[in-house]
T-cell receptor, first 112, second 110 residues
Framework: KAGVTQTPRYLIKTRGQQVTLSCSPI?????VSWYQQTPGQGLQFLFE???????NKGNFPGRFSGRQFSNSRSEMNVSTLELGDSALYLC???????????FGPGTRLTVL | TQLLEQSPQFLSIQEGENLTVYCNSS?????LQWYRQEPGEGPVLLVT?????EVKKLKRLTFQFGDARKDSSLHITAAQPGDTGLYLC??????????FGQGTRLTINP
């Protein structure tokens, strides 16, 4: 099976802009989670989608949002970008009834 | 306050040496996962430990879950340059899917 894919791999934006990141899970996985990784805060959970519904949410402001499509592909959106949003954004999919996360390679977002 | 404390934060050793890294929590966890992340990649699951006192081996890696299920360790025997990476422990926390420790950044020098 193909692994989790994320696009784009690298992105540069300026403050105030918005960005959309895309994730395609492993075939058959209906759960997709998003994480933010920074040197200071480490890996932090953003949200999880299952069958097109947000199932869990981490402690991030409303500027961070996401959605999932009927084919389980997911997108996350960050509006009004801030310098502190510069990070590696990781998407992970998992089979049902397991906590095991299969991660994609991430999207490196730089906000100038 | 980190829910999972990993130590050391950084470790640099020579090829062939042994090492142990730790993951500790003030609360009991039902299960714990260890991941390794290499530069430019996402984390990859190494093992899940569930039972207190459990020991699991993955080639030269030995994972142990503390009897009280509040701590875990990862021991690497005869480290190789390919073991270089960020080692992360993670546990489920309520609705937040997985909570990760800050990680141990391991460098094995040839």
């Amino acid at each position: 099976k193909a692994g989790v894919t994320q696009t784009p791999r690298y992105l540069i934006k300026t403050r105030g802009q918005q960005v959309t990141l895309s994730c395609s899970p492993i075939s058959g996985h209906r759960s997709v989670s998003w994480y933010q990784q920074t040197p200071g805060q480490g890996l932090q959970f953003l949200f999880e989608y299952f069958s097109e519904t947000q199932r869990n949410k981490g402690n991030f402001p409303g500027r961070f949002s996401g959605r999932q499509f009927s084919n389980s592909r997911s997108e996350m959106n960050v509006s009004t970008l801030e310098l502190g949003d510069s990070a590696l954004y990781l998407c992970a999919s998992s089979p049902e009834n397991t906590d095991t996360q299969y991660f994609g390679p991430g999207t490196r977002l730089t906000v100038l | 306050t980190q829910l999972l404390e990993q130590s050391p934060q950084f470790l640099s050793i020579q090829e062939g040496e042994n090492l142990t890294v730790y993951c500790n929590s003030s609360s009991v966890f039902s299960s714990l996962q260890w991941y390794r992340q290499e530069p430019g990649e996402g984390p990859v699951l190494l093992v899940t430990v569930v039972t207190g006192g459990e020991v699991k081996k993955l080639k030269r890696l030995t994972f142990q879950f503390g009897d009280a299920r509040k701590d875990s360790s990862l021991h690497i025997t005869a480290a190789q340059p390919g073991d270089t990476g960020l080692y992360l422990c993670a546990k489920r926390k309520g609705a937040q899917k997985l909570v990760f420790g800050q990680g141990t950044r391991l460098t094995i020098n040839p």
